[in-house]
């Protein structure tokens, strides 16, 4: 089983940056794709960001190109999510999930374990 805890959420100006951190327990995430999904009041739940287990290979959802940029440090168990230039579109609840995938995927169905999210909140 591998737990995980999301920090770093709160709230922000437009333009201003945050980063997340998603801390990993119970299991080394060192082989595990890893993702970070957002999640708006009363939408869907949408990919935002993964990395493979190397850290070799990313993926980001058009949207957060060029804002965000996804990392990870295999030897703390814990990986990131730096967000700039944030946007009141961005505004959602976000969540890490650990994923035996392969390559990087946007799939939800390809995570298996999931944080409780933390929440991010972009004022214009």
């Known amino acids: 089983q591998v737990q995980l805890v999301e920090s770093g959420g709160g709230l922000v100006q437009a333009g201003g940056s945050l980063r997340l951190s998603c801390a990993a327990s119970g299991r080394t995430i060192s082989f595990y794709t890893m993702g970070w999904f957002r999640q708006a009041p009363e939408k869907e739940r949408e990919f935002v960001a993964a990395i493979s287990w190397s850290g070799g290979r990313t993926y980001y959802t058009d949207s957060v190109k060029g804002r965000f940029t996804i990392s990870r440090d295999n030897a703390k168990n814990t990986v990131y999510l730096q967000m700039n230039s944030l946007k009141p579109e961005d505004t959602a609840d976000y969540y890490c999930?650990?994923?035996?995938?392969?390559?990087?995927?946007?799939?939800?169905?390809?995570?298996?374990?999931w944080g409780q999210g933390t929440q991010v909140t972009v004022s214009s």
């Open positions: 999930a650990a994923g035996r995938v392969t390559i990087p995927s946007p799939r939800p169905r390809d995570y298996d374990y």
